[in-house]
T-cell receptor
Framework: GAGVSQSPSNKVTEKGKDVELRCDPI?????LYWYRQSLGQGLEFLIY????????KSGLPSDRFSAERTGGSVSTLTIQRTQQEDSAVYLC???????????????FGEGSRLTVL | AQKITQTQPGMFVQEKEAVTLDCTYD???????LFWYKQPSSGEMIFLIY??????QNATEGRYSLNFQKARKSANLVISASQLGDSAMYFC?????????????FGKGITLSVRP
């Protein structure tokens, strides 16, 4: 597809279970971001990947959260031993980073809504 | 300190009127970019407008313009001729540093409701 694709769109899980959320960025976009948005709130930065550089993990809220990006494309966000406060919409975005300028705006997926019971 | 501050809790505007959504930012980096995004109730994030710190003129995109006051560190979004479809949440965001090689930090957002 032409846009950022996220799956699943909805996930309901029980407290203590692990979940994996997937993001397929726009082809050719070298930067990939994960954000979390609780109901009616702003976007909380989680992690940022850029090419082969070490990811910026400064936003991950605890060691239960981790993310990988394989082959510079698809990314998986993993939440281990989920807690009720993890319930939120997890948004993935990608952008094109060039040396020639440009705004580098983020293109967002539709999000994965996680509900932890 | 918050990087991006959006303090208006909710805004109302009459259809066809103009509205200004406030955003202030905090950075010591001379090079940065400012973004506005719209999020309707469907949840998608829609990029509206961008302003670079070295841009000489205020950015404009159709009915959207950015009132960039560098000394005051404000980047207010102006929507002219409001339409019912403008009802949404609006987020201001900043990227620090030159180029497009870092994360965007978002404000908490402002809810805009357009009245017919």
């Amino acid at each position: 597809g032409a846009g950022v694709s996220q799956s699943p769109s909805n996930k309901v899980t029980e407290k203590g279970k692990d979940v994996e959320l997937r993001c397929d960025p726009i082809s050719g976009h070298t930067a990939l971001y994960w954000y979390r948005q609780s109901l009616g709130q702003g976007l909380e930065f989680l992690i940022y990947f850029q090419g082969n550089s070490a990811p910026d993990k400064s936003g991950l809220p605890s060691d239960r959260f981790s993310a990988e990006r394989t082959g510079g494309s698809v990314s998986t966000l993993t939440i281990q031993r989920t807690q009720q406060e993890d319930s939120a919409v997890y948004l993935c975005a990608s952008s094109l980073v060039t040396s020639g300028g440009g705004t580098g705006e983020l293109f967002f997926g539709e999000g994965s809504r996680l509900t932890v019971l | 300190a918050q990087k991006i501050t959006q303090t208006q809790p909710g805004m109302f505007v009459q259809e066809k009127e103009a509205v200004t959504l406030d955003c202030t930012y905090d950075t010591s980096d001379p090079s940065y970019g400012l973004f506005w995004y719209k999020q309707p109730s469907s949840g998608e994030m829609i990029f509206l407008i961008y302003q670079g710190s070295y841009d000489q003129q205020n950015a404009t995109e159709g009915r959207y313009s950015l009132n960039f006051q560098k000394a005051r560190k404000s980047a207010n979004l102006v929507i002219s001729a409001s339409q019912l479809g403008d009802s949404a949440m609006y987020f201001c965001a900043m990227r620090e540093g030159a180029g497009a090689n870092s994360k965007l930090t978002f404000g908490k957002g402002i809810t805009l409701s357009v009245r017919p």
